[in-house]
Protein backbone atom coordinates (compact mmCIF):
# COMPACT_ATOMS: atom_id res chain seq x y z
CA UNK A 1 0.00 0.00 0.00
CA UNK A 2 1.40 3.19 -1.13
CA UNK A 3 0.99 6.23 0.30
CA UNK A 4 -0.54 7.83 -2.44
CA UNK A 5 -2.63 4.92 -2.88
CA UNK A 6 -5.69 5.51 -0.63
CA UNK A 7 -7.54 1.97 0.97
CA UNK A 8 -10.29 0.96 -0.68
CA UNK A 9 -13.35 -0.08 1.20
CA UNK A 10 -16.43 -2.48 0.51
CA UNK A 11 -19.19 -1.70 2.75
CA UNK A 12 -22.11 -4.99 3.21
CA UNK A 13 -25.31 -4.49 5.09
CA UNK A 14 -28.44 -4.73 4.28
CA UNK A 15 -29.50 -1.30 6.21
CA UNK A 16 -29.58 1.57 3.52
CA UNK A 17 -28.95 3.64 6.51
CA UNK A 18 -25.90 1.70 8.30
CA UNK A 19 -24.76 1.79 4.66
CA UNK A 20 -25.13 5.40 4.26
CA UNK A 21 -23.79 6.36 7.78
CA UNK A 22 -20.45 4.54 7.15
CA UNK A 23 -20.06 5.71 3.74
CA UNK A 24 -20.65 9.70 5.41
CA UNK A 25 -17.77 8.37 7.77
CA UNK A 26 -14.97 7.48 5.43
CA UNK A 27 -16.15 10.15 2.18
CA UNK A 28 -14.88 12.73 4.58
CA UNK A 29 -11.58 10.72 5.62
CA UNK A 30 -8.50 11.12 2.39
CA UNK A 31 -7.16 7.89 3.42
CA UNK A 32 -10.25 5.75 2.48
CA UNK A 33 -12.20 5.04 -1.08
CA UNK A 34 -15.49 3.56 -0.98
CA UNK A 35 -15.47 1.74 -3.87
CA UNK A 36 -18.74 -0.65 -4.05
CA UNK A 37 -21.69 -1.50 -1.56
CA UNK A 38 -23.32 -4.56 -1.35
CA UNK A 39 -26.61 -5.48 0.61
CA UNK A 40 -26.31 -8.98 1.18
CA UNK A 41 -23.63 -11.83 1.65
CA UNK A 42 -24.56 -12.86 -2.57
CA UNK A 43 -23.68 -9.10 -3.36
CA UNK A 44 -20.30 -9.42 -0.91
CA UNK A 45 -18.68 -11.97 -2.35
CA UNK A 46 -19.58 -10.94 -6.26
CA UNK A 47 -18.16 -7.50 -5.08
CA UNK A 48 -14.69 -8.68 -3.64
CA UNK A 49 -14.46 -10.94 -6.65
CA UNK A 50 -14.88 -7.92 -9.16
CA UNK A 51 -13.47 -5.23 -7.62
CA UNK A 52 -10.40 -6.66 -5.24
CA UNK A 53 -11.09 -4.35 -2.05
CA UNK A 54 -8.55 -3.74 0.13
CA UNK A 55 -10.88 -4.29 3.16
CA UNK A 56 -14.48 -4.98 3.75
CA UNK A 57 -17.25 -4.02 6.60
CA UNK A 58 -19.62 -6.72 7.12
CA UNK A 59 -23.16 -7.38 8.78
CA UNK A 60 -24.07 -10.10 10.26
CA UNK A 61 -27.77 -10.25 9.55
CA UNK A 62 -28.73 -9.92 6.12
CA UNK A 63 -31.43 -11.86 4.04
CA UNK A 64 -30.22 -14.79 2.07
CA UNK A 65 -26.51 -15.34 3.11
CA UNK A 66 -25.48 -13.70 6.16
CA UNK A 67 -22.35 -12.62 7.13
CA UNK A 68 -20.73 -15.33 8.81
CA UNK A 69 -21.31 -17.34 5.58
CA UNK A 70 -20.10 -14.44 3.31
CA UNK A 71 -16.88 -14.15 5.27
CA UNK A 72 -16.20 -17.67 5.07
CA UNK A 73 -16.48 -17.86 1.84
CA UNK A 74 -14.89 -14.74 0.96
CA UNK A 75 -11.93 -15.92 3.55
CA UNK A 76 -11.33 -18.55 1.80
CA UNK A 77 -10.81 -17.29 -1.70
CA UNK A 78 -9.11 -13.81 -0.76
CA UNK A 79 -6.60 -12.27 1.30
CA UNK A 80 -8.65 -9.46 2.16
CA UNK A 81 -9.16 -8.31 6.07
CA UNK A 82 -13.08 -8.24 6.99
CA UNK A 83 -14.23 -6.44 10.49
CA UNK A 84 -18.20 -7.74 11.42
CA UNK A 85 -20.23 -4.79 12.05
CA UNK A 86 -22.78 -6.05 14.07
CA UNK A 87 -26.11 -5.42 16.15
CA UNK A 88 -26.15 -9.08 17.70
CA UNK A 89 -25.60 -8.69 21.54
CA UNK A 90 -25.80 -12.40 23.25
CA UNK A 91 -22.98 -13.99 23.25
CA UNK A 92 -20.76 -11.53 22.04
CA UNK A 93 -17.29 -12.95 23.32
CA UNK A 94 -18.41 -16.34 21.66
CA UNK A 95 -19.50 -14.74 18.22
CA UNK A 96 -16.30 -12.98 18.38
CA UNK A 97 -14.32 -15.84 18.66
CA UNK A 98 -16.68 -17.87 15.73
CA UNK A 99 -16.02 -14.67 13.44
CA UNK A 100 -12.03 -15.00 13.77
CA UNK A 101 -12.30 -18.53 13.16
CA UNK A 102 -14.26 -18.55 9.29
CA UNK A 103 -11.95 -15.38 8.87
CA UNK A 104 -12.79 -12.20 10.02
CA UNK A 105 -10.02 -10.30 11.49
CA UNK A 106 -11.86 -7.82 14.12
CA UNK A 107 -15.69 -6.88 15.23
CA UNK A 108 -17.79 -3.39 15.50
CA UNK A 109 -20.84 -3.83 18.10
CA UNK A 110 -23.67 -1.42 17.43
CA UNK A 111 -26.76 -1.33 19.04
CA UNK A 112 -29.33 -3.82 18.18
CA UNK A 113 -31.82 -1.38 17.33
CA UNK A 114 -31.56 1.16 14.15
CA UNK A 115 -33.15 4.00 16.42
CA UNK A 116 -30.54 3.32 19.16
CA UNK A 117 -27.16 3.63 16.58
CA UNK A 118 -24.82 6.37 18.07
CA UNK A 119 -22.78 6.71 14.82
CA UNK A 120 -20.59 9.54 15.83
CA UNK A 121 -19.97 7.39 18.70
CA UNK A 122 -18.64 4.54 17.31
CA UNK A 123 -16.95 6.77 14.31
CA UNK A 124 -13.65 7.12 15.39
CA UNK A 125 -13.49 2.84 16.23
CA UNK A 126 -14.91 2.64 12.51
CA UNK A 127 -12.12 4.69 11.29
CA UNK A 128 -9.26 3.59 13.80
CA UNK A 129 -10.38 -0.33 12.45
CA UNK A 130 -10.51 0.60 8.82
CA UNK A 131 -6.92 2.08 8.51
CA UNK A 132 -5.65 -0.28 10.79
CA UNK A 133 -6.48 -3.32 8.98
CA UNK A 134 -7.21 -1.93 5.81
CA UNK A 135 -3.10 -0.98 5.37
CA UNK A 136 -2.75 -4.93 4.20
CA UNK A 137 -0.06 -4.66 1.82
CA UNK A 138 0.27 -7.11 -1.24
CA UNK A 139 3.00 -7.25 -3.29
CA UNK A 140 2.17 -5.90 -6.25
CA UNK A 141 5.20 -6.00 -9.30
CA UNK A 142 8.47 -8.17 -9.36
CA UNK A 143 10.75 -5.87 -7.80
CA UNK A 144 7.87 -6.67 -4.32
CA UNK A 145 7.93 -10.24 -5.19
CA UNK A 146 11.47 -10.55 -5.19
CA UNK A 147 12.40 -8.63 -1.96
CA UNK A 148 9.45 -10.79 -0.10
CA UNK A 149 11.96 -13.83 -1.02
CA UNK A 150 13.24 -16.28 1.30
CA UNK A 151 16.97 -16.03 0.67
CA UNK A 152 19.27 -18.77 0.24
CA UNK A 153 20.27 -20.65 3.32
CA UNK A 154 24.43 -19.37 2.50
CA UNK A 155 23.14 -15.92 2.79
CA UNK A 156 21.42 -16.56 6.07
CA UNK A 157 24.32 -17.87 7.19
CA UNK A 158 26.33 -15.22 6.11
CA UNK A 159 24.27 -12.55 7.68
CA UNK A 160 24.26 -14.93 11.17
CA UNK A 161 27.83 -14.96 11.06
CA UNK A 162 28.52 -11.40 10.32
CA UNK A 163 26.10 -9.94 13.17
CA UNK A 164 26.71 -12.75 15.51
CA UNK A 165 23.47 -14.15 15.60
CA UNK A 166 23.43 -17.64 17.36
CA UNK A 167 20.96 -19.25 20.13
CA UNK A 168 23.67 -19.10 22.44
CA UNK A 169 23.86 -15.47 22.37
CA UNK A 170 20.46 -14.83 21.80
CA UNK A 171 18.28 -15.22 23.89
CA UNK A 172 15.18 -13.06 23.18
CA UNK A 173 13.38 -11.12 20.77
CA UNK A 174 12.33 -7.69 20.69
CA UNK A 175 10.32 -6.45 18.05
CA UNK A 176 8.59 -3.11 17.44
CA UNK A 177 5.33 -3.44 14.46
CA UNK A 178 2.04 -2.12 13.54
CA UNK A 179 0.18 -0.72 10.54
CA UNK A 180 1.45 -3.02 7.44
CA UNK A 181 2.85 -5.40 9.16
CA UNK A 182 -0.09 -7.62 9.25
CA UNK A 183 0.93 -9.49 5.93
CA UNK A 184 4.26 -10.61 7.23
CA UNK A 185 2.86 -12.34 10.74
CA UNK A 186 2.05 -15.75 9.01
CA UNK A 187 5.86 -16.03 7.52
CA UNK A 188 7.31 -14.21 10.90
CA UNK A 189 5.42 -16.37 13.51
CA UNK A 190 4.32 -20.00 11.28
CA UNK A 191 6.98 -22.10 11.71
CA UNK A 192 8.47 -20.92 14.88
CA UNK A 193 9.69 -24.34 17.06
CA UNK A 194 8.83 -24.53 20.93
CA UNK A 195 12.31 -23.94 21.64
CA UNK A 196 13.30 -20.54 20.06
CA UNK A 197 13.89 -17.64 21.86
CA UNK A 198 11.09 -15.50 23.97
CA UNK A 199 9.67 -12.72 21.60
CA UNK A 200 8.17 -9.88 22.75
CA UNK A 201 5.55 -7.50 20.84
CA UNK A 202 5.53 -3.51 21.17
CA UNK A 203 2.38 -3.70 19.00
CA UNK A 204 1.50 0.00 17.78
CA UNK A 205 -1.78 -0.30 17.24
CA UNK A 206 -4.92 1.28 18.18
CA UNK A 207 -6.84 1.05 21.62
CA UNK A 208 -9.47 -0.08 19.80
CA UNK A 209 -7.54 -3.04 17.80
CA UNK A 210 -5.76 -4.77 20.48
CA UNK A 211 -7.89 -7.47 21.16
CA UNK A 212 -7.95 -8.06 17.16
CA UNK A 213 -3.90 -7.85 16.93
CA UNK A 214 -3.84 -10.50 19.96
CA UNK A 215 -6.65 -13.14 17.92
CA UNK A 216 -4.85 -12.36 14.37
CA UNK A 217 -1.02 -13.56 15.64
CA UNK A 218 -2.29 -16.23 17.61
CA UNK A 219 -4.38 -17.90 15.17
CA UNK A 220 -1.24 -17.60 12.77
CA UNK A 221 1.28 -18.40 14.74
CA UNK A 222 2.79 -21.94 15.43
CA UNK A 223 3.62 -21.47 19.44
CA UNK A 224 1.43 -19.73 22.16
CA UNK A 225 0.65 -16.21 22.05
CA UNK A 226 -0.15 -14.33 25.40
CA UNK A 227 -0.81 -11.13 26.41
CA UNK A 228 2.31 -9.72 28.72
CA UNK A 229 0.93 -9.44 32.61
CA UNK A 230 2.30 -8.46 35.63
CA UNK A 231 4.11 -11.22 36.80
CA UNK A 232 3.91 -13.14 34.42
CA UNK A 233 7.32 -15.58 33.84
CA UNK A 234 8.42 -15.40 30.28
CA UNK A 235 9.49 -18.78 28.74
CA UNK A 236 10.85 -19.80 25.81
CA UNK A 237 8.86 -21.10 22.73
CA UNK A 238 6.23 -18.10 23.27
CA UNK A 239 5.08 -14.82 22.04
CA UNK A 240 4.20 -11.82 24.57
CA UNK A 241 2.35 -8.91 23.37
CA UNK A 242 3.40 -6.23 25.67
CA UNK A 243 1.08 -3.37 25.21
CA UNK A 244 2.94 0.33 25.89
CA UNK A 245 -0.20 1.33 28.37
CA UNK A 246 0.73 -1.47 30.77
CA UNK A 247 3.74 -0.13 32.12
CA UNK A 248 5.54 -3.39 32.31
CA UNK A 249 9.71 -3.82 32.99
CA UNK A 250 11.78 -7.37 32.81
CA UNK A 251 12.93 -8.06 36.45
CA UNK A 252 15.67 -10.63 36.41
CA UNK A 253 14.95 -13.62 38.06
CA UNK A 254 17.66 -16.26 37.26
CA UNK A 255 20.44 -16.09 34.55
CA UNK A 256 19.01 -15.63 31.15
CA UNK A 257 15.28 -16.02 32.85
CA UNK A 258 13.02 -12.89 33.76
CA UNK A 259 8.90 -12.08 34.35
CA UNK A 260 7.16 -8.93 33.47
CA UNK A 261 6.26 -6.42 36.46
CA UNK A 262 4.43 -3.28 36.60
CA UNK A 263 7.07 -0.12 37.22
CA UNK A 264 6.51 2.90 37.97
CA UNK A 265 9.76 3.59 36.22
CA UNK A 266 8.61 3.09 32.91
CA UNK A 267 6.71 6.56 33.06
CA UNK A 268 7.03 7.20 29.17
CA UNK A 269 5.01 4.13 27.16
CA UNK A 270 7.32 4.97 24.34
CA UNK A 271 10.23 3.85 26.26
CA UNK A 272 8.81 0.18 27.58
CA UNK A 273 10.64 -2.01 24.59
CA UNK A 274 14.02 0.41 25.31
CA UNK A 275 13.50 -1.18 28.99
CA UNK A 276 13.59 -4.47 28.36
CA UNK A 277 16.48 -4.07 26.03
CA UNK A 278 18.11 -2.40 28.77
CA UNK A 279 17.58 -5.45 31.01
CA UNK A 280 18.08 -7.96 28.47
CA UNK A 281 21.87 -6.39 27.89
CA UNK A 282 22.83 -5.68 31.25
CA UNK A 283 22.95 -9.72 32.22
CA UNK A 284 25.33 -9.84 29.17
CA UNK A 285 22.95 -11.45 26.74
CA UNK A 286 22.60 -9.74 23.06
CA UNK A 287 18.73 -9.27 22.18
CA UNK A 288 17.50 -9.26 19.15
CA UNK A 289 15.02 -5.96 18.17
CA UNK A 290 13.29 -6.36 14.90
CA UNK A 291 11.43 -3.39 13.45
CA UNK A 292 8.87 -3.97 11.06
CA UNK A 293 6.14 -1.67 9.17
CA UNK A 294 4.59 0.65 11.41
CA UNK A 295 6.96 0.60 14.52
CA UNK A 296 6.10 3.96 16.76
CA UNK A 297 9.49 6.10 16.02
CA UNK A 298 9.76 7.03 19.75
CA UNK A 299 9.96 3.59 20.70
CA UNK A 300 12.49 2.95 18.14
CA UNK A 301 14.75 5.76 18.99
CA UNK A 302 14.70 4.75 22.64
CA UNK A 303 16.07 1.12 21.74
CA UNK A 304 18.73 2.70 19.33
CA UNK A 305 19.65 4.77 22.47
CA UNK A 306 19.80 1.86 24.33
CA UNK A 307 21.30 -0.51 22.03
CA UNK A 308 25.03 -0.69 23.39
CA UNK A 309 24.46 -4.82 22.88
CA UNK A 310 22.57 -6.67 20.69
CA UNK A 311 21.49 -6.25 17.12
CA UNK A 312 18.71 -4.34 15.65
CA UNK A 313 16.87 -5.88 12.23
CA UNK A 314 15.14 -3.04 10.31
CA UNK A 315 12.78 -4.03 7.41
CA UNK A 316 13.57 -2.67 4.20
CA UNK A 317 11.82 0.60 4.66
CA UNK A 318 10.84 1.15 0.48
CA UNK A 319 8.63 -1.98 1.43
CA UNK A 320 6.64 -1.04 4.22
CA UNK A 321 3.13 0.34 3.46
CA UNK A 322 3.79 2.72 7.09
CA UNK A 323 8.00 3.24 7.03
CA UNK A 324 8.75 5.93 8.54
CA UNK A 325 10.26 4.16 11.63
CA UNK A 326 12.03 2.04 9.56
CA UNK A 327 13.12 4.48 7.56
CA UNK A 328 14.79 6.83 10.46
CA UNK A 329 16.49 3.93 12.27
CA UNK A 330 18.28 2.70 8.95
CA UNK A 331 19.11 5.98 8.02
CA UNK A 332 20.38 6.99 11.24
CA UNK A 333 21.62 3.66 13.49
CA UNK A 334 24.60 2.31 11.14
CA UNK A 335 24.82 -1.33 13.25
CA UNK A 336 21.34 -1.76 12.10
CA UNK A 337 20.72 -4.74 9.48
CA UNK A 338 18.24 -3.65 6.92
CA UNK A 339 16.86 -6.81 5.36
CA UNK A 340 14.15 -7.28 2.87
CA UNK A 341 11.30 -9.03 4.67
CA UNK A 342 11.38 -12.68 3.35
CA UNK A 343 15.35 -12.15 5.05
CA UNK A 344 13.83 -11.90 8.57
CA UNK A 345 11.71 -15.23 9.26
CA UNK A 346 14.36 -16.72 8.20
CA UNK A 347 16.87 -15.59 10.69
CA UNK A 348 14.49 -15.49 13.66
CA UNK A 349 14.03 -19.21 12.70
CA UNK A 350 17.52 -19.58 12.84
CA UNK A 351 18.01 -18.27 16.49
Given at each position: ??????????????????????????????????I?E?????????????????I?TM?????????????????????????I?????E?RS???E?????????????????????????????????????R???P?????????????????????????????????????????????????F?????????????????????????????????????????????????I????????????????????????????????????????????????????????????????????????????????????????????T???????????????????
Amino acid sequence: MTASRPIRLLICDDSVFMRMAVRTLCDAHPDIEIIGEAEDGEDAINAVRELSPDIVTMDISMPGLDGVAATTEIAQKHDVPIIILSSLTERRSALAERLMEVGAVDVIWKSASLMDIDIDGIANTILEKILFWGRHHAPASDDEINVRAKPSEEDCIALLNRFGLNKDANNFVLMSMGAGSLDSVPHLFGKLENTCPPIIIQPNVPQSCLDGFVRYIGKRASIPVLVAQDGQNIKPGHIYCAFPSAGLALESLRENSFSFRVSQGVRNPELQLSSFHQAIAAINARPVTIILSGASSETCLGIVNASTKGVVIVETPETCPDGQAASNIASTFPQSLVCPPGTIPELMRAL
